[in-house]
């Protein structure tokens, strides 16, 4: 019988790239399953609704006036 050596055992409990990306590509199969669900739907077109109902776009307001005349050369 072999007995496995304190190194050998920490290596294999040490986080790696491998299960990093192992983990993160199940994580996004589940996301990419879990948003095809009605659920899933409702939460996109909510948060679609959220993000499309901002219409304020760019403003030159004074604080950002300031801020240009500080950078210019």
Do not use: C
């Amino acid at each position: 019988m072999t007995t496995k050596s304190a190194t050998a055992v920490n290596e294999e409990s040490k986080p790696s790239r491998r299960k990093f990306f192992i983990g993160a590509g199940a994580t996004v199969g589940a996301v990419a399953v879990a948003s095809q669900t009605p659920l899933g739907k409702a939460v996109i077109q909510e948060i679609g609704s959220a993000v499309q109902g901002k219409d304020d776009g760019y403003q030159l307001s004074a604080h950002i006036r300031k801020y240009y005349e500080t950078t210019m050369l």
